[in-house]
Every structure is written in C-alpha cells, then in structure tokens.
C-alpha cells in the first residue's frame, strides 16, 4: 500500500535513529550529518526532514531511552513493584555491552559541543528523574510514601541504585558481576522503608 503524501515513513525514522545512535557511539559529536544519513541509507534531505541537526537527533534518541526506562511509572502497580521494574530497567541499560559508548562519545566533545550534551541530558537522565519526581508526588500524595522533596528523592533513588555504574560505563571500566534482580528489588525496599509514612 502506498504512503499517503507526507506520511513519515517510521522505518527510515527508525533507521536513521539507529545510525546515529551506532555512530554518536564511534564518533561522539565528531559524526556527521552526512555519515548518518549514508549509514542509515536515507538522503540527507530526508535526514534533515525529520531531524535538523545533531542536537535533535541526540534529543530524540535520549527521549527514546528515557521513555523504555521510564515505563514502569506508568504501570499503576504497587510502588514497590513499580520501584523494583524501573531499577532492573536502569541496570538493564547501564549492563549493556555498548551502553557507555554513546554516552562516552557525548562527554567526550561536550565542551566543543555543549548544546548536544545539554539537550541529550536535558531530554534523557533530566526527563527520567523529572518523571520520577512526579511519581513519588503522587505516592506521597496517596499517602504510600513521605517524601517531603520529591526531586531529592528521585536523584536519591537514582543514586541507590547505579551507584558508580555510570562512572564505569563512561570510562569504559567493566562493571563486576552483580545479581541485577536482587539488587533492583533491594533498592526499591531500602528507598521505600527510607519514605515510609510515619517514620
């Protein structure tokens, strides 16, 4: 079946996504509009169509990564079965074979390139813990947990359960072995027995 005229064609979309995210991964923000489009085997018309520069490719892609991560906060379950599914997410994605190499690439230019760093933060880790923040709001606000300061909570919660696995991921340093459940599910029981009302 044809598209219909100005349709998006969500595989070259897809395909462009995953071009960029292979080569911010070789190339930092050294990777070039052209490289991608060729990788993703689109034109570079249709690249600029979709996404107009670097900085809204990289947004795009944090996006991505914050949504999956983020999805067990739309679940509606029980905040500690919510908590233990968002931590074994965050784990799933620091464990990843290539997991700090797009990361690394950004970091690595983010002085020549600021604007890139501060919109693939801005639209990933910022946008995680924002929607984070406004979980536990909702919790407190149910009365499941206390948090007087959902934001400080969030980076808290963040912090239990990545500890310096970032770090890692970034310098390129092995994570050691870890039991990804038992530790997501312990996270979420020392975040919850932290917050509980009435303490």
């Not at 991608?36 to 892609?61: C, D, K, M």
């Not at 931590?87 to 890139?116: F, H, I, N, Q, Y």
């Amino acid at each position: 079946m044809a598209r219909v005229r100005g349709q998006v064609d969500e595989a070259k979309t897809e395909a462009i996504l995953e071009a960029a995210l292979t080569l911010f991964a070789e190339k930092g923000a050294l990777a070039s509009m052209e490289q991608i489009a060729r990788l993703a085997g689109v034109s570079r018309q249709t690249l600029y169509n979709r996404f107009p520069s670097r900085v809204e490719l990289g947004r795009a892609l944090a996006g991505r990564r914050s949504d999956a991560i983020s999805a067990p906060l739309r679940t509606g379950g029980d905040p500690e079965t919510v908590l233990t599914a968002l931590a074994a997410g965050m784990l799933d994605k620091l464990c990843r074979a290539d997991a700090g190499a797009t990361m690394r690439g950004v970091a690595l230019t983010s002085a020549e390139t600021p604007d890139l760093a501060a919109a693939v933060y801005q639209a990933g880790p910022a946008e995680g813990l924002r929607r984070l923040s406004a979980w536990l709001a909702e919790q407190d606000r149910l009365g499941l947990v206390e948090v007087p300061d959902p934001d400080a909570a969030a980076e808290m919660f963040s912090g239990m359960v990545l500890g310096h696995g970032h770090l890692r991921g970034v310098l390129g340093v092995p994570h050691p072995p870890f039991d990804r459940d038992a530790r997501a599910a312990e996270a979420a029981r020392r975040f919850l027995r932290a917050f509980a009302p009435g303490r």
